[in-house]
């Protein structure tokens, strides 16, 4: 565990914030100043308002977002873990100075995950030996995706190990019959509450595993200090809970229900991999699982399951049968009940240590205590490492060679491959840092700008949103994530950089980049798309029809853009509407980008279109009253 920490420390300046962190970090601070301070905004932090470097340090996420700001706004998963996180920040970044604003953030997630496989090793070994706990331990510290969440995933590594934790002195609590580990069992079962609702199928888990070892008799004793301890065990997660949530505060019942009705949105809708269902059950999971779990971990997993169905008798009241069934019901809940899940596995990494686990149990079933087979097992593990080593630092999109790495999983397009959740912006970022021209601009085609901190560039760059050009071709820089779905939301700008610019830089794992940098200048442009004039107004046409404008074209061509003009003296503002292109005038496909307000001005509708080829345009406007019926001009670019 202290190597793990140790050489993950090192390459903590690797890895970028995730999408999910910049929210939990200004909450983690706001809360955590509060706490400390009983201030509910910065306003007591001396030179708050000229933060530097120098002492007193503030960190990027202390900003206008304060306490007051999230008593009004707050909700989602609970602020704990962010708390913690801001905690680690204030010690190592503002006070000692010792690591950076980002990464003292991450080197509380890093130390946490290193945590969890320091009691996954030392439960393994308490009943099967140092050689099986050793497997257990490589187990969880060689899975790809564990180790790229220990470095910027500020949820789940984080429930993950509060989880554990609470299970496994649960599990010590119920073999050794003590009060005082079911006691520290509610502890951690309250700092996992604090973090994400996942708690809420570790007591399933603990049940149902009582219920199958026959030990109900002996845990549901009847008598009054029992049902005492009972209460004060369920009460110590809730107390947890609600004294670290000053959101809760203000009004406990109607925000608590708040926050489970934002959890039965999140966790109990529609199934988000439709494609991927037989029947009522989600494949989805179990497939993740199978393509992103290395050969070796898998082989030793099934091992350890094959040895607890073959020994079930000696199993039975031991941690193999405690582990089978922690897997299961993490699993199972997202593939038989209707839970939904995306992105990945990573809301159920809960199911990694007990793997492990079973993973050791098998090698131990394997090796049968001979050292020669100890070793090679041992030795089974260094290709993996090999592996990580060479896609640093993206494990998070690792595909093993049962789908073909993540070359196979795009041909396949299986759901979320290539997803990084941000991190592959900093290897653009680095090159960005390292090549641009002095002052240089840097945009994000589709997410917002908190998805990149604005330290991570050299002083110079100027990285701001707004500094998006389009077909204007300033000479700005355009960096995005790249996986299977990443323009199903953000329309036009990231068309735009797919269909026109030649990327001038890709981070790449299996041939596959994962994520771009554009110049968006003329001299980056595709050469197909480097050319183009106004077509002559009598070449177009138009006609209306209810909400409709259809416009025709003389011939096809390959468009950039339409500019309708129009009186705005007896009409009201456009509201929105949807843009269709065709061939023949029979054959409809809609363009991805719905008319929006940046493309309406005071007297024209400016609207671009990334290079798609056709000869009709219909515009299908939500008001007939609305200003663009009045048109008095059209003008279209197209490409030469």
Same mark, same amino acid.
């Given at each position: 565990a202290l190597v793990f920490f140790l050489v993950n420390l090192r390459t903590i300046s690797n890895y970028n914030v995730n999408w999910d962190e910049p929210a939990h970090f200004a909450r983690g601070q706001a809360y955590l100043h509060f706490f400390l301070s009983g201030s509910k905004n910065y306003r007591d932090l001396p030179n708050f308002e000229n933060n530097s470097s120098s002492f007193p340090r503030y960190s990027i996420y202390q900003n206008n977002r304060d306490m007051e700001h999230f008593l009004k706004r707050d909700g989602g998963h609970p602020p704990l873990n962010g708390i913690l996180a801001a905690l680690s920040n204030y010690i190592f970044y503002q006070k000692l100075n010792l690591l950076g604003d980002i990464e003292s953030y991450h080197v509380f997630i890093l130390f946490i995950s290193s945590v969890l496989l320091a009691f996954i090793a030392h439960l393994v070994k308490s009943e099967y030996g140092i050689f099986p706990s050793i497997v257990a331990i490589l187990t969880l510290a060689t899975y790809p995706s564990f180790i790229a969440e220990s470095h910027n995933n500020i949820k789940d590594p984080v429930e993950t190990t509060f989880f554990t934790l609470a299970l496994y002195f649960f599990y010590r609590a119920v073999k050794l019959v003590s009060n005082k580990l079911v006691i520290v069992a509610s502890v951690f079962a309250g700092l996992a509450l604090g973090t994400k609702f996942n708690i809420f199928f570790a007591p399933l888990i603990g049940g149902i595993w009582i219920l199958l070892t026959g030990r109900v008799r002996r845990i549901l004793k009847v008598n009054v200090g029992n049902v005492v301890f009972f209460l004060v065990c369920i009460f110590i997660p809730a107390i947890i809970f609600f004294m670290s949530w000053p959101y809760l505060w203000q009004d406990p019942i109607a925000n608590t229900l708040r926050i489970f009705g934002y959890y039965g949105n999140i966790g109990a809708g529609a199934l988000n991999q439709p494609s991927l269902l037989i029947g009522n059950v989600n494949t989805y999971p179990l497939l993740w699982i199978l393509y992103t779990t290395?050969?070796?971990?898998?082989?030793?997993?099934?091992?350890?399951?094959?040895?607890?169905?073959?020994?079930?008798?000696?199993?039975?009241?031991?941690?193999?049968?405690?582990?089978?069934?922690?897997?299961?019901?993490?699993?199972?809940?997202?593939?038989?009940?209707?839970?939904?899940?995306?992105?990945?596995?990573?809301?159920?990494?809960?199911?990694? &240590?007990?793997?492990? =686990?079973?993973?050791?149990?098998?090698?131990?079933? =394997?090796?049968?205590?001979?050292?020669?087979?100890?070793?090679?097992? =041992?030795?089974?593990?260094?290709?993996?490492?090999?592996?990580?080593?060479?896609?640093?630092?993206?494990?998070?999109?690792?595909? *093993? &060679?049962?789908?073909?790495?993540?070359?196979?999983?795009?041909?396949?397009?299986?759901?979320?491959?290539?997803?990084?959740?941000?991190n592959s912006y900093r290897q653009g970022v680095n090159w960005i840092n390292t090549n641009a021209e002095p002052n240089a601009q840097v945009a994000l085609v589709v997410n917002p700008a908190p998805a990149i901190p604005p330290i991570l560039f050299r002083e110079d760059i100027q990285f701001f949103n707004g500094s998006w050009s389009g077909e204007e071709k300033k000479g700005e820089y355009l960096i995005e994530t790249i996986f299977d779905n990443w323009m199903r939301?953000?329309?036009?700008?990231?068309?735009?950089?797919?269909?026109?610019?030649?990327?001038?830089?890709?981070?790449?794992?299996?041939?596959v980049a994962i994520a771009k940098v554009w110049k968006n200048d003329s001299a980056h442009t595709k050469p197909e798309f480097r050319n183009k004039k106004l077509i002559d107004s009598k070449n177009i046409a138009f006609t209306r029809a209810g909400e409709?404008?259809?416009?025709?074209?003389?011939?096809?061509?390959?468009?950039?853009?339409?500019?309708?003009?129009?009186?705005?003296?007896?009409?009201?503002?456009?509201?929105?509407?949807?843009?269709?292109?065709?061939?023949?005038?029979?054959?409809?496909?809609?363009?991805?980008?719905?008319?929006?307000?940046?493309?309406?001005?005071?007297?024209?509708?400016?609207? &671009?279109?990334?290079?798609?080829?056709?000869?009709?345009?219909?515009?299908?406007?939500?008001?007939?009253?609305?200003?663009?019926?009045?048109?008095? *001009?059209?003008?279209?670019?197209?490409?030469?």
């Open positions: 290395p050969l070796v971990t898998m082989a030793l997993f099934l091992a350890g399951v094959v040895f607890f169905i073959t020994h079930f008798k000696d199993e039975k009241k031991k941690l193999s049968y405690f582990a089978l069934v922690w897997f299961l019901v993490t699993v199972g809940r997202v593939t038989f009940s209707g839970f939904s899940i995306y992105g990945g596995a990573r809301q159920i990494m809960e199911y990694m &240590p007990a793997m492990a =686990i079973l993973a050791g149990v098998g090698a131990h079933y =394997i090796a049968r205590r001979k050292t020669v087979v100890q070793i090679v097992i =041992i030795l089974l593990f260094i290709p993996i490492v090999f592996r990580i080593v060479s896609i640093h630092p993206n494990e998070v999109v690792y595909f *093993n &060679p049962l789908i073909g790495g993540l070359s196979g999983a795009k041909e396949k397009n299986f759901p979320s491959w290539g997803l990084s959740l941000g939301v953000y329309f036009y700008p990231a068309e735009y950089v797919d269909r026109m610019l030649e990327p001038v830089y890709e981070a790449k794992v299996d041939n409709t404008i259809e416009i025709a074209l003389d011939e096809e061509a390959v468009l950039i853009n339409v500019t309708m003009y129009y009186e705005t003296d007896h009409c009201i503002p456009m509201s929105g509407g949807r843009v269709f292109i065709s061939a023949d005038g029979k054959t409809w496909g809609k363009l991805a980008q719905p008319v929006v307000e940046a493309y309406v001005h005071s007297e024209k509708l400016s609207y &671009p279109i990334a290079g798609w080829s056709g000869r009709y345009i219909k515009f299908s406007l939500s008001q007939v009253e609305s200003c663009p019926f009045d048109i008095s *001009n059209i003008q279209i670019t197209r490409i030469l």
